[in-house]
């Protein structure tokens, strides 16, 4: 209102990055002074008139102290509350621990929450160790890349001001902590519970195994990386196979290898395990009705479809899935079909030979007809599109309205040289469709581990609206990981798991919102894709 509004280009020198209402959170309003004094206590510069030195979180934190009338030393920027659902979740826990703990059997204390992606599993999880005055929780991980978020909804929240965040990535150490603070310790399977060379606790851990935690928390249950069938794959941390996992081959030994607290060499009385495809344990009767909180993708669209109360809708940024899928054209399937039914193998007809640049599907012509078939440009006809005439289904790359949805995608393919072999022939002279995106191949050792592989997909996006790209992974960023911009994914190889298909299918459905002027939010994808090319697997 200040600034003079006349200018030559009509144009204004600013824009408004944060604007919210000056209403106590019990009601009253305040004035812009009361954040200005606040800003002076917590060491703010003013730099003439009404202006401050200070960032937007920096200023965030600072509106969240005076419009609740709390002190927030630490300058934290969130102050969100529970959804329904996390709190019915966190009740329902401390509930069934106090039962437990009542009859005598604390030490068998154990509770699974079956809840989807973008359930919020981090921050319910310290909501349920703050209500029950828990101090030491250790979680425990078999996928290192989750702990971004493990960390930013402990520091950043106002709920766990005073709390301590530990891993192997953090300043803090163990030794260093404030024993009289709550603390969170962060860690992988593979480190904390790993032996040294000989089959003893690392010296640099005992103290994990020392402490008698209050509540240890496993998180991404459904790897079963305590199994000795997933020993190996344990051991060397291979995210591009981790699928493996899952054969059919160790279906039989399930029961017999249920994971058992008693054999951990670590020590507490509450064991909370999450996993939003905990499918074995729950078959297998590991964990009773009582011990289980449920939370499914159909449980939050209804919720969402369903919500009438006052303020905005939580769910109203969770797009809906679409599951499309193709029978591939017999003149393309013939090459990989199989089996006593025909089955179209697509680990067969995406196999590739050789590294690097040098990488080659074994039948490029044929994934060549796929590359042209999924952009609406291939030819070939069949009697099956003979008798669909008009009602053919529209290709993923062909129909308008999907290519403007499409423009960040995840490819889900067989191994590393199969996501090779598909950049290469994409960089091909006849895919100038596909030169349009960048590809990145996230898939090899050279792609990183765990949260590294994802640097080159957020640096190839920029600017995701004015972008376009294409991942390449053949396991990697396929579980515990949050790529917003990713609206669709292909399904392009065989999984011996349902677990791996959900797992990688919900990457697509994060929440894309993009800030606009006056602190105001646009939801950029309402739906998100699955397209699946094994039609039989689909069904099932």
């Given amino acids: 209102q200040q600034y003079p509004t006349k200018r030559p280009d009509g144009k204004l020198p600013y824009r408004i990055v944060f604007a919210e209402s000056a209403m106590y959170s019990d009601g009253g ?22 202006w401050f030195r200070c960032t937007v979180d920096q200023l965030k934190a600072v509106y969240i102290e005076v419009k609740n009338k709390t002190i927030n030393r630490e300058l934290r920027k969130n102050d969100f509350t529970m959804r329904p659902e996390q709190e019915e979740a966190v009740t329902k826990t401390i509930q069934y621990f106090k039962s437990m703990e009542d009859e005598g059997r604390y030490k068998t204390a154990k509770f699974l929450w079956n809840a989807k992606m973008r359930f919020g599993k981090t921050f319910a999880t310290y909501q349920l160790a703050k209500r029950m005055g828990l101090s030491k929780v250790l979680v425990l991980t078999f996928k290192p890349a989750v702990e971004t978020a493990w960390d930013d909804d402990l520091l950043n929240h106002i709920d766990f001001e005073g709390w301590q965040f530990i891993s192997r990535n953090t300043q ?38 020392t402490t008698n935690w209050d509540l240890v928390v496993f998180d991404e249950y459904h790897f079963g990386a305590w199994r000795e069938n997933a020993k190996k794959l344990f051991e060397t941390e291979d995210e591009d196979a981790y699928d493996s996992l899952d054969v059919e081959k160790y279906k039989k030994e399930e029961a017999d290898n249920a994971f058992n607290e008693s054999f951990l060499p670590i020590t507490s009385t509450r064991y909370l395990y999450l996993s939003g495809t905990p499918f074995r344990a729950i078959n297998s009767g590991e964990f009773i009705e009582d011990q289980i909180y449920n939370w499914t993708y159909s449980d939050e669209q ?34 990989a079909s199989q089996g006593e039914f025909d089955e179209f193998d697509l680990n067969v007809f995406f196999s590739a030979e050789g590294k690097g640049d040098q990488a080659k599907f074994k039948n490029e012509e044929h994934v060549q007809k796929w590359l042209d078939l999924i952009r609406g440009a291939y030819l070939g006809t069949t009697t099956d599109d003979l008798k669909l005439g008009g009602k053919k289904p529209e290709m993923p ?59 080159p997909v957020l640096k190839a996006m920029d600017e995701p609206l004015l972008t376009k790209t294409i991942t ?6 396929t579980t515990g990981v949050t790529v917003k911009p990713w609206t669709g994914i292909f399904m392009l190889r065989n999984l011996s798991s349902p677990e791996t298909y959900f797992q990688a299918a919900f990457r697509v459905q994060s929440p894309w919102e993009v800030d606009l002027e006056a602190s105001r939010k646009e939801i950029m994808k309402r739906e998100c894709y699955v397209f699946d090319f094994a039609l039989d697997r689909a069904l099932k």
């Fill in 302 to 335: 209804r919720a969402k479809q369903n919500w009438t109360t006052p303020p905005a809708n939580p769910y109203e940024s969770l797009p809906r899935m679409v599951l499309m899928t193709y029978k591939i054209p017999d003149s393309i399937r013939q090459i």
């Fill in 172 to 209: 803090l150490t163990y030794e260093d902590s404030d024993k009289t603070k709550p603390m969170v310790c962060f860690g992988s399977f593979q480190d904390y519970l790993g032996t040294n060379e000989n089959g003893g606790i690392k010296a640099k851990n005992e103290w994990v195994h």
């Fill in 472 to 477: 390449l992974s053949c396991g990697k960023l």
């Fill in 397 to 455: 790359y062909s129909n308008t309205q999907l290519l403007s949805i499409l423009t960040h995608t995840l490819w889900f393919l067989p191994n590393v040289a199969s996501a090779h072999a598909m950049k290469n022939l994409i960089m091909q002279k006849q895919n100038t469709f596909f030169h349009d995106y960048k590809i990145i191949v996230a898939a090899g050792t050279s792609a990183g581990i765990g949260k590294e592989a994802l640097v």
């Fill in 29 to 50: 309003s305040f004035m812009d002074h009361d954040v200005h004094n606040a800003l002076e206590k917590h060491g703010f510069t003013r730099v003439g008139g009404e």
